[in-house]
C-alpha cells in the first residue's frame, strides 16, 4: 500500500491548509485513515483519524479549528487545517489499515513519507 500525502507549506499564524493522502495498491479495503504529526523534539502524535463509516477521533488541541473527511470511492483522507497556530508546525504523516480498530489503538500498518507544514508567528 502506498499513501501519498500533498498540501503542505508554510502560512502565517491564522492562516488555512488542506492536507491530501491518496492511497494505492490496496488489495483489501482501507477502513482507517488518519493524520499523525511529529514537531521537532517531539514525539508523534494523533491529529484526527476517521473510519469508511465516517466515525472520527481527533486531539484536543485541534477541535474546532481541523476537520477531517475522505472520499472512499477515491481513497483519500484529507484534513482541513484553519486557524493555524506556530504549535501546529510539524511534519504530518497519513496513516492507514484495514481494521476499524486502528482508530482506536492507533495501530496503523500503513504509513506516508510525511508532508511539512510551517506556521509562522
Known amino acids: 500500500v502506498r499513501l501519498v500525502e500533498s498540501g503542505g507549506g508554510s502560512v502565517q499564524t491564522g492562516g488555512s491548509l488542506r492536507l491530501s493522502c491518496a492511497a494505492s495498491?490496496?488489495?483489501?479495503?482501507?477502513?482507517?485513515m488518519a493524520w499523525y504529526r511529529q514537531a521537532p523534539g517531539k514525539q508523534r502524535e494523533l491529529v484526527a483519524g476517521i473510519t469508511s463509516g465516517g466515525t472520527t477521533n481527533k486531539a484536543d488541541s485541534v477541535k474546532g479549528r481541523f476537520t477531517i473527511s475522505r472520499d472512499n470511492a477515491k481513497n483519500t483522507v484529507y484534513l482541513q487545517m484553519n486557524s493555524l497556530k506556530p504549535e501546529d508546525t510539524a511534519v504530518y504523516y497519513c496513516a492507514a489499515d484495514e481494521t476499524y480498530d486502528a482508530l482506536k489503538t492507533g495501530d496503523y500498518q500503513y504509513w506516508g513519507q510525511g508532508t511539512h507544514v510551517t506556521v509562522s508567528a
Open positions: 495498491g490496496m488489495y483489501y479495503a482501507i477502513n482507517a
